[in-house]
């Protein structure tokens, strides 16, 4: 058999905590159970056993760590075959300590003792299901109740908290798959992905919008409509606004975990007419020569 620590992936130095810990994963993912007609996780499952019955015995760690012993639990010599399948019938006919780990696992009684059967504890039940589900910008901004249909063809409905974002995750209690023999049903997991909105840009809590304004409204001040994520508003141009200047809309932007809001910043982006206007040109022209002003002069690095 190969090195134990390497069969369960953890260190020399690992502790009893963590080497337990490997083997739950390793024998949940390996169990025959589990993978039934699987030969070669079957084979898998008896070396993890082996190694962890080696392991989680002080005594005989401590052996293995001097090299008195081998891999498979003998004395250093000759060496013996199919240590593995040994030590899987061991582990199954005795109450060694791992008899528990399954029984966690797979949610029933002592191991192959035919007793009532108990459920997993909710870290180790194998029904989890995890799926991904698209929401839109307005609606993952604003939240609210959604009907979803599951991996398994239900369609149940679900409350979206507003501002949930990319990446994150919800969690459905006792939806997923019914466990195995009388285990409890695992969980769905949501991952949520986001969709891009034309208009709208997120940064935490604000929403950041680009707003075209003409050069009358710009120059001369307006009253225009501003799309939000709760729907129109007006909005004040100021007299003499830039490109580039942005208004700010409290409270209009996503809702914080304390019930607040975070606000919308209208970026104002000055648009010419397309195609130019004849008298607006002719009009610069004639007012440039008199009132040219210098808009470059701070890019002079001299």
């Excluded at 919800?170 to 285990?183: K, T």
């Excluded at 508003?233 to 975070?262: E, F, H, M, Q, Y």
């Amino acid at each position: 058999m190969r090195d134990p620590y390497a069969v369960l992936g953890v260190a020399r130095n690992a502790s009893e905590d963590e080497i337990k810990k490997a083997y739950r994963r390793l024998a949940k993912k390996l169990h025959p159970d589990v993978s039934q007609g699987n030969r070669a996780n079957e084979q898998k499952f008896q070396e993890v056993t082996a190694a962890y019955e080696l392991l989680s015995d002080p005594e005989k760690r401590a052996r293995f760590d001097r090299g008195e012993i081998d891999a498979s639990g003998a004395e250093r010599g000759p060496t013996f075959r199919h240590a593995g399948a040994r030590a899987y019938r061991r582990a199954a006919e005795s109450s060694f300590s791992f008899d528990d780990i399954i029984t966690e696992i797979l949610g029933r009684g002592r191991f192959g003792a035919g007793a009532p059967q108990s459920p997993p504890p909710e870290e180790e039940r194998l029904g989890d299901v995890t799926q991904t589900l698209r929401l839109g910008f307005t609606e993952a901004a604003l939240g609210g109740k959604r009907r979803i249909t599951l991996t398994d063809g239900r369609a149940i409905d679900i409350s979206i908290p507003a501002g949930i974002e990319s990446g994150q995750t919800l969690r459905l209690r006792g939806q997923g798959a019914r466990g195995l023999r009388g285990a409890a049903p695992g969980d769905v997991y949501l991952e949520i992905e986001v969709d891009a909105h034309p208009l709208f840009q997120r940064k935490d809590h604000d929403i950041h919008i680009e707003l075209p304004v003409t050069l009358p409204e710009a120059v001369l001040g307006a009253t225009v409509t501003v799309p939000t994520i709760h729907g129109n508003v007006a909005v004040k141009v100021p007299r003499g606004s830039n490109s580039g200047s942005a208004l700010r809309l409290k409270g209009k932007g996503i809702k914080t975990a304390d019930g607040k809001s975070g606000d919308q910043y209208v970026k104002l982006r000055v648009v010419l007419p397309d195609p130019p206007d004849p008298e607006l040109t002719a009009f610069l022209e004639r007012w440039g020569t008199k009132r040219g002003y210098d808009v470059r002069g701070k890019l002079d690095t001299e």
